[in-house]
Structure formats: structure tokens, C-alpha cells
């Protein structure tokens, strides 16, 4: 007889629930769906650290998938889902790499943000709004979330929401705020203070760390294959480091 794993148990327990947006946060990104795509507004920030993440993510999935980084259309034939896209920031040069894209938000703002800019730039991207569990998008090659997961209901419930859309082989992708004295001196304190990002943007207690977030993977069904951290010099600016104090991201896969 196989034994039923942890995420099993979890996965068949009826006090979980597929409610994993929270409706304030949603209601604040929405207010600032027009100026996502400012580089040097409330949003700049997210502007300079999305080309970071992007090259930890090209990384990932060349490693993942043995794809070739000199291939500019590398992600043709592959599916992509990106959880909490906002206006597409992250969407659009994964779409440029060749990726059938669906990006999801909570605020129906970010979404019409998103297919405007999407249309004004020539690329196909479905945008959905809503809740996640209730699209049945089925599975994908590719899931991202992006500084999302510190913003939603439960924690455990998303990261168990968002393995229900992995492929067997598939690859996640995700990244959080640390919670240290760092972040939230650089993040909380400093960032919203300066306007680099919208003020209250972020509740420090919410943050996850590492050690935390890898456990709730590992719950789940997920083992993490790599991790780097999203770090801040006045010499470098936002690099990717072995510091983790302020900010990683991570990949994993079904275990």
C-alpha cells in the first residue's frame, strides 16, 4: 500500500480553501493600476528589479528545460501562468521569448492596465482577473509569482492552489521579501518613505523567510532546487546575491 504524503493529506483537507485573495491588497494595487508601467513612479522599484528577476528566471528555465540563452524565442511550445501579474510587467518579455502567457490578477485595474499595454505592444497574452482557483486554466510548463505571496490570505493555501497548475515536470518560480531588520528598514521604511514603492505596499509581519517558505514547499509536495537572493549596494544596485536578508527568489518542483 502507498502511503499517503503530507501535501495529500493537505490537499484532501476540507478546512483548506482556494479564497486566497485579500481584498484589501487587491483593492490597493488596483489604485495604482495606471501607473504601473511608469518607470519612475510609484511602481519604480518593480521596474528595477524585474530585469533581476528575469535574469534568475531565464536562468532557471535554461537549466530546467536545457534551453539554449542565446535563443530568443527559447519558450516557443512552452505554457506560462504568472499569479499576481499586475499590469504584465513580468508577462510581456516572458511573451517576447515565444511562452503562450496567462497572467492573473486580483484587481480587475491591473488586468485592463495589462491588455492595453499588452495591445499597445503587439503581444497575445490572456489576461485573467479574479481569484485563481476559479479560472480552470488547467496546468502549465511554468508558474511564477512575484512578490505575491506575502500579500494573500494564506500562505500554505496559495502555494497548494498555484501546485495544482504544475505539469509533472514543471518548473515554479517564486519570490518574497525576507523577514529581517533589512527589509523592513529597506523595503518598509526606506522604499515607501522615498516613493519608490506605494506606501503601504508592504506589512513586514507578513514577510516569509526562507527557512519558512522552503518548509511550506516541501509540505506542499515541492522541493526547492535553487535559491538566490535580491539584494541592494549603492555600487551595484538590486543584484542577485547570497545575501538573502532583503529579498529571493526561488525555483522548485514536484517532488
Known sequence: ?????KSDDILQDNSVSNDTINQD?????GALASEWWDAD?????????????LSYIRRALD????????????LAGKSILDVGCGAGLLCEPLARLGAHVTGVDAAPENIEAALMHADAMGLDIDYRAGELAQQNLGKFDIVTS????????DPMDFILTLK??????????LSTPNRTTQSKLLLVEAAERLGKVPRGTHDHDKFITPDELSQMLADAGLSVTDMSGLAYSLLDGLHLSDDMQLNYILSAKKA
Open 146 to 153: 512575484m512578490e505575491v505571496i506575502e500579500h494573500v490570505n
Open 1 to 5: 500500500m502507498v502511503k499517503a504524503s
Open 63 to 74: 537549466e530546467h528545460f536545457g534551453l539554449d540563452y542565446r535563443d530568443r524565442n527559447a
Open 25 to 29: 491588497e487587491a483593492a490597493h494595487f
Open 164 to 173: 495544482q497548475h504544475l505539469h509533472d515536470d514543471a518548473i515554479l518560480l
Open 41 to 53: 513612479g510609484s511602481s519604480a522599484m518593480l521596474h528595477a528589479l524585474n530585469p533581476v528577476r
